[in-house]
């Protein structure tokens, strides 16, 4: 019961706050994704003319039937790309999710390379020889310990 | 090895920092941020950035370089703006009264729906021609501050005048506008 729980509490936390697939689109997760073209920022912080009348015709298209998708390419077709929140998964635009993955990967790659490096560097040393004092003395210690 | 590294490293942030002072030498150099209406600030005399666009008043598309010969208010507006409202029957009256002497009121709608557009056109009988600039790519190069702004192109293709940012009509604007009509038509020499 416990696991069952625990794994359910897992799956919320990674959808976070995605809405469960099959539920319906609201307004607001629409006007979340989509950008006001003359403030630039998403619908849901705008209160410009045009934003409040972008935010009207979601309702209306969502009211008469139409999926998520179809809104957003009928606004992309009436301002272009610019009113998506997060860019195209395609053409140049695909070079905004691409670049970053990227870098991360050749930056991963990087700090996986120089520690290579070191640790072999460091294993190819040869130990410091101990002075004859301290080494007597280390002796002397593990003697009375052992004894 | 970790030397090769360090200088593989090293030459990568190079690259990246040259990278980095190019974009800057570029943007400084060439970037054409603000359009025209930001080197008709500079008083530089600039011609008309030419544009295709789909037409609102009727099917097709109208280029800009189509009126070549003629005199040209272009003047950028959008259907929710409440100064556009107020200059448009002014601009339908320019149209009317130097129409016969060669010039065009060139309406560019931006940031709006196209029904939208096409409904304020019948509202308010406008006869003039109206394109359809949704994406904004014309207005940025254009320098667009907002709307409703108007230019004035000369018989030429140069831009002419003050840019009137604001409604053509408002006390503020109106010798600017008549100015910019004139000049446009060269009526002044």
């Given at each position: 019961m416990t696991a069952r729980l625990a794994a359910l509490v897992a799956t919320a936390f990674v959808l976070g706050g995605a809405p469960p697939s099959g539920a319906a689109t609201t307004p607001s997760d629409l006007e979340a994704e989509l950008v006001c073209p003359t403030c630039e920022t998403t619908l849901d912080q705008s209160d410009a003319p045009v934003a409040r009348r972008m935010k009207q015709i979601i309702r209306e298209r969502l009211a008469a039937g139409a999926t998520e998708a179809e809104i957003k390419a009928e606004l992309v077709d009436q301002f272009g790309d610019r009113?998506?929140?997060e860019p195209?998964?395609?053409?140049?635009?695909?070079?905004?999710?691409?670049?970053?993955?990227?870098?991360?990967?050749?930056?991963?790659?990087?700090?996986?390379?120089?520690?290579?490096?070191?640790?072999?560097?460091?294993?190819?040393?040869?130990?410091?020889?101990l002075d004859s004092v301290v080494e007597r003395r280390i002796?002397?210690?593990?003697d009375r310990f052992d004894g | 090895m970790t030397g090769s590294?360090?200088?593989?490293?090293?030459?990568?942030?190079?690259?990246?920092v040259a990278a980095l002072l190019g974009?800057?030498?570029?943007?400084?150099?060439?970037?054409?941020?603000?359009?025209v209406a930001a080197d008709l600030?500079?008083?530089?005399?600039?011609?008309?950035?030419?544009?295709?666009?789909?037409?609102?008043?009727?099917?097709?598309?109208?280029?800009?370089?189509?009126?070549?010969?003629?005199?040209?208010?272009?003047?950028?507006?959008?259907s929710w703006c409440i100064p556009c409202r107020d200059e448009a029957p002014v601009l339908q009256q320019t149209y009317e009264r130097y129409r016969d002497q060669g010039l065009v009121?060139?309406?560019?709608?931006?940031?709006?729906?196209?029904?939208?557009?096409?409904?304020?056109?019948?509202?308010?009988?406008?006869?003039?021609?109206?394109v359809f600039d949704g994406k904004g790519s014309t207005a940025g190069r254009w320098g667009l501050r907002g709307v409703p702004e108007t230019f004035f192109v000369d018989r030429s293709g140069a831009i002419v005048g003050e840019p009137?940012?604001?409604?053509?009509?408002?006390?503020?604007?109106r010798v600017a506008y008549e100015r910019g009509i004139a000049l446009a038509l060269g009526a002044v020499p």
């Amino acid at each position: 019961m416990t696991a069952r729980l625990a794994a359910l509490v897992a799956t919320a936390f990674v959808l976070g706050g995605a809405p469960p697939s099959g539920a319906a689109t609201t307004p607001s997760d629409l006007e979340a994704e989509l950008v006001c073209p003359t403030c630039e920022t998403t619908l849901d912080q705008s209160d410009a003319p045009v934003a409040r009348r972008m935010k009207q015709i979601i309702r209306e298209r969502l009211a008469a039937g139409a999926t998520e998708a179809e809104i957003k390419a009928e606004l992309v077709d009436q301002f272009g790309d610019r009113v998506l929140a997060e860019p195209p998964k395609s053409g140049f635009d695909l070079l905004a999710w691409v670049v970053p993955l990227g870098l991360a990967g050749a930056g991963a790659i990087g700090v996986a390379a120089l520690a290579w490096s070191w640790r072999r560097q460091r294993s190819a040393e040869p130990p410091l020889p101990l002075d004859s004092v301290v080494e007597r003395r280390i002796d002397a210690e593990l003697d009375r310990f052992d004894g | 090895m970790t030397g090769s590294v360090q200088r593989v490293g090293q030459a990568i942030a190079l690259a990246g920092v040259a990278a980095l002072l190019g974009l800057l030498v570029w943007k400084v150099a060439f970037d054409r941020e603000g359009g025209v209406a930001a080197d008709l600030g500079r008083g530089k005399l600039v011609n008309a950035p030419a544009f295709t666009l789909d037409r609102l008043d009727r099917e097709g598309r109208l280029s800009l370089a189509d009126l070549r010969g003629k005199a040209v208010v272009v003047n950028f507006w959008a259907s929710w703006c409440i100064p556009c409202r107020d200059e448009a029957p002014v601009l339908q009256q320019t149209y009317e009264r130097y129409r016969d002497q060669g010039l065009v009121v060139l309406g560019v709608d931006f940031n709006d729906f196209r029904q939208d557009a096409r409904r304020f056109i019948d509202r308010f009988d406008l006869t003039y021609p109206v394109v359809f600039d949704g994406k904004g790519s014309t207005a940025g190069r254009w320098g667009l501050r907002g709307v409703p702004e108007t230019f004035f192109v000369d018989r030429s293709g140069a831009i002419v005048g003050e840019p009137i940012y604001g409604p053509v009509d408002s006390t503020r604007n109106r010798v600017a506008y008549e100015r910019g009509i004139a000049l446009a038509l060269g009526a002044v020499p």
